[in-house]
C-alpha cells in the first residue's frame, strides 16, 4: 500500500528541492548529497514528487537539476567568452561548477553572477594557465562592467581648451561611470581581441606586463592598449590625484618634453569621452 | 467570428508582437519593423545604463511595450525583494508598459535565485501564501500582477487541486490577471497526462490579458520548455479554442534560443493572425 503524501512546509520543501537542483553530478547523488538529505530522506521522495508515466520521482526533479549548471555555464560564457575559449569547455564546465558552488546568484539577474569569477579564478587552485586566466578574467569582467555601468555625459572635448591656465595645476579630471584602467602580468588584451575575431592564432601567452583602459562611448566599449607611463598618469587622473601632481608622478619618468606627451595624451583620453568633466577648487 | 477583448481591466488588444532580444537590436533600430508590440524581459534593463537601455528607449518611444520578469519568485518562501519591485515599478513608468507580467512559480530561496521556473505544490497553504505576495506585488506596483503559468516537469504529491483550479480562485482572492501561455499549457499536459483542452477551458476568459507562443523539445519522456523551434500544430489548434472563449488578446511569439533572424521570428508570430479572424491575414493568404 503506497504512503500518503508528504506536506512539507513550502519553505522546507523548496530548500529541498534548491539544495538537489544545484548539486553537479547525476541527480541520484544530488538527492543523497548531505545538503538535500538534511531537508529530505532520499526514502521520501516518492510521497513528495509523482511519477510520470515516464519518469520516476526522482528524474523528474533531475530535469531540473540536469539544467541548473548548464544555464549557469551559460550565463558565464556570455560573460567570459575569452576565459572559456582559453580553457576550453571542459576545464571551464569544472571552473563553473565550483564557481557556483561558492558563490550561487543572489541577484534577480544573472548580469551578476560573474562578479566575483576574477578572484576566484586568481584564488583557487587546479585551473590551467592560471595567472593568466585570472588576468583575462579581470579584464572581462572590466568589459561586463563598462557595457552596462550608469550613464555620465561625456566632456566636451573643445572644453580642455577653455578650462583657465591658474586653473590646471588643481584640476581633478572625473572620469565617466563607464571606465576602468587595468594593468596585467600578461598580454590579455591581445588574446582577448584574437578571440573576438575568431584568429585562433593567439598572441605569445608568456608574462609580459601591459596596461589597457576600458571605456564606452556612443553605447559600444572600446579598449585602448596603454605604455606603462600613459597607464600610470591615467591612473592617477582616473583616481582623482590633481593633475599637477599626476603630472609629476609621471613626468619624472619621462625624457624631453614630458609636458606636452601628458597634455597630449589628456587631450586624446578627454576627446575618447573617458571623462565627464574637471573639478577645480 | 472572434469576439473583441473581455478582459476587466480593458486593457487593449495589442496585437501580435515578439520578444525584445539582443541578436535582433540592430535590424530593428535600423529596419523600424511593423511589430504590433514588444514584450521584453524586465531584468534585462533593470540595471544597466549601457547600450540595452538605450535601445529599450528608443523600443519604446516607437512601439508599445509590455514587462516580462523571471525573477520576482511570486511562490517564493523567501520575503519579497523590495528592492526589485522598485526597479520593476521604475522601469514599467520609464517604458509606458502597458501591463506586468511574471511567472506563477518560485525561483530560490535562502537569498539565491536558481534562475529557474520552478513548480509550486498546487495546496491551500500555497494557494494562501501566493495570494497575500500578489496582493502586496500589486500594491508596490500600483497596477494589477498578470502571471503566467510556466511549463512544469514534477508534480507535487501534496498538491489538492489542478493547476488551473489554482490559478482561477487565485485570480479572484488577489485579483489578478494571467499571462496565458498555451504551449506550456500543451508541454505541462504532456508532461503530467492530463488534457489541455480541460485547462484552457477551465482559465477565465475575463482574466487573460495576454497570450504566449513557443516552440518546445520533445525528449520522448517528457518536453521541455526550449523556446528554441517554431510552434507545433497542436498548440495552434489550442491557441484557436482559447481565442474563441478571450477574443482577441495581445498575443506574442517567445523565440529565445537558437534564435533565427527576425523576419522570420516575425514570421512565426504573424501565424497567429489567422486564428485571431484577423482580415489582414485573409488577405495575405488570398493574395
Redesign the interface.
Known amino acids: 500500500m503506497p504512503l500518503p ?7 522546507r ?3 529541498w ?2 539544495a538537489v ?2 548539486q553537479p553530478g547525476s541527480v541520484d547523488e544530488a538527492v543523497e548529497a548531505p545538503a538535500s538529505k538534511e531537508e529530505l530522506d532520499p526514502e521520501e521522495i ?5 511519477p ?4 520516476t ?1 526522482v ?3 533531475g ?2 537539476q540536469g ?2 549548471l548548464l ?1 549557469m555555464v551559460e ?1 558565464l560564457e556570455n560573460d567570459y567568452p575569452a576565459l572559456a575559449h582559453l580553457l576550453g569547455p571542459h576545464a571551464f564546465g569544472d571552473l563553473v561548477t565550483r564557481y557556483v558552488a561558492a558563490h ?9 553572477l560573474g562578479e566575483a569569477l576574477p578572484e576566484f579564478v586568481r584564488t583557487n587552485r587546479g585551473i590551467p594557465k592560471k595567472a593568466f586566466a585570472a588576468d583575462l578574467a579581470r579584464l572581462e569582467r572590466a568589459v561586463t562592467e ?6 555620465s555625459p561625456a566632456w566636451p572635448a573643445e572644453e580642455i581648451e577653455r578650462l583657465p591656465q591658474e586653473a590646471w595645476p588643481g584640476a581633478v579630471f572625473l572620469p565617466i ?2 571606465f576602468r584602467v587595468l594593468a596585467f602580468s600578461y598580454p590579455v588584451n591581445a588574446y582577448f581581441q584574437s578571440v573576438k575575431d575568431e584568429n585562433h592564432d593567439h598572441p605569445d601567452m608568456g608574462r609580459k606586463a601591459t596596461w589597457v583602459a576600458v571605456w ?1 562611448k556612443n ?2 566599449v572600446w579598449r585602448l592598449n596603454l605604455g606603462k607611463d600613459a597607464y600610470e598618469f591615467l591612473r592617477a587622473l582616473a583616481s582623482g590625484r590633481p593633475f599637477g601632481k599626476a603630472v609629476a608622478a609621471t613626468a619624472r619618468k619621462l625624457q624631453g618634453s614630458a609636458g606636452d606627451q601628458l597634455f597630449r595624451w589628456l587631450r586624446d583620453w578627454v576627446a575618447e569621452g573617458m571623462f565627464q568633466g574637471v573639478r577645480t577648487s | 467570428m472572434i469576439p473583441e477583448t473581455k478582459n476587466r481591466w480593458r486593457f487593449p488588444d495589442l496585437g501580435v508582437g515578439v520578444g525584445l532580444r539582443t541578436v535582433h537590436y540592430a535590424h530593428i533600430l535600423e529596419k523600424k519593423p511593423d511589430v504590433d508590440f514588444f514584450e521584453i524581459l524586465s531584468e534585462n534593463y533593470m540595471d544597466t545604463g549601457g547600450r540595452p537601455l538605450w535601445v529599450l528607449e528608443q523600443v519604446a518611444e516607437r512601439y508599445p511595450v509590455v514587462l516580462h520578469g523571471v525573477s520576482l519568485s511570486i511562490g517564493g518562501s523567501d520575503p519579497l525583494d523590495r528592492d526589485y519591485l522598485r526597479k520593476l515599478k521604475s522601469l514599467a513608468e520609464a517604458t509606458r508598459a502597458r501591463w506586468v507580467s511574471d511567472h506563477l512559480c518560485w525561483t530560490g530561496v535562502a537569498g539565491r535565485n536558481t534562475h529557474d521556473l520552478l513548480p509550486m505544490p498546487l495546496t491551500e497553504a500555497a494557494l494562501a501564501h501566493v495570494t497575500d505576495r500578489v496582493k502586496a506585488v500589486s500594491d508596490a506596483l500600483g497596477r494589477p500582477l498578470f502571471l503566467e503559468n510556466a511549463s512544469t516537469y514534477a508534480e507535487f504529491a501534496a498538491s489538492s487541486m489542478p493547476e488551473w483550479e489554482f490559478f482561477g480562485r487565485l485570480m479572484e482572492a488577489a485579483d489578478c490577471g494571467m499571462l496565458l501561455d498555451v504551449n506550456n499549457v500543451y508541454v505541462s499536459s504532456f508532461n503530467h497526462g492530463f488534457d489541455p483542452k480541460r485547462y484552457i477551458d477551465a482559465i477565465d476568459p475575463s482574466r487573460v490579458a495576454q497570450y504566449h507562443l513557443a516552440g518546445h523539445t520533445n525528449k520522448g519522456t517528457h518536453i521541455v520548455d526550449t523556446h528554441n523551434d517554431y510552434v507545433i500544430d497542436p498548440v495552434w489548434e489550442l491557441y484557436r479554442r482559447s481565442v474563441a472563449r478571450t477574443g482577441r488578446v495581445a498575443t506574442l511569439l517567445e523565440w529565445d534560443a537558437d534564435i533565427p533572424a527576425f523576419d522570420v521570428v516575425h514570421g512565426e508570430a504573424q501565424k497567429a493572425r489567422a486564428f485571431r479572424g484577423e482580415e489582414k491575414a485573409v488577405a495575405a493568404a488570398a493574395s
Do not use: C, H, W
Not at chain 1, 46 to 50: D, T
Not at chain 1, 104 to 112: A, D, G, I, M, W
Not at chain 1, 146 to 151: Q, S
Open positions: 503524501p508528504l506536506d512539507l512546509p513550502l519553505s520543501l523548496q530548500r528541492m534548491q537542483i544545484e516518492g510521497r513528495v514528487i509523482l510520470s508515466k515516464t519518469l520521482s528524474e523528474r526533479v530535469v531540473y539544467m541548473y544555464r550565463a550561487p546568484s543572489k541577484s534577480y539577474t544573472l548580469n551578476r563598462v557595457f552596462d555601468a550608469e550613464r561611470a563607464a564606452r553605447y559600444e
